[in-house]
């Protein structure tokens, strides 16, 4: 992996744990999701809003697979929530 690809590949990681901090943060202590689930979520969110269709897609099928174990309002709730906070963070970088 060259060094770029290294570089971004931290920053995203960095992006991610801010975003699961303040997820955390944001009054929503219940989650019902396994923290592997949840970091998926907001990774598939992230890659989502700034990628392409498919990337939107993809978090499209994450999001029902996870509304049949936990149900569409917790799931849509938590989307919504990390797809402001990722918003805030792309506003607060510029």
């Known amino acids: 992996m060259g060094w770029k690809a290294e570089a971004r590949r931290i920053y995203e990681n960095r992006v991610i744990d801010d975003a699961l901090d303040r997820l955390r943060g944001a009054g929503l202590k219940d989650i019902p999701l396994s923290q592997s ?28 697979h996870l509304a049949k174990n936990y149900g569409p309002d917790v799931v849509s709730r938590l989307s919504l929530t990390l797809e402001e906070i990722n918003n805030q963070i792309a506003y607060e970088e510029k």
């Open 37 to 64: 689930e949840l970091r998926t979520l907001a990774v598939r969110t992230r890659q989502a809003i700034f990628g392409s269709p498919h990337k939107r897609q993809r978090l499209d099928r994450y999001k029902q």
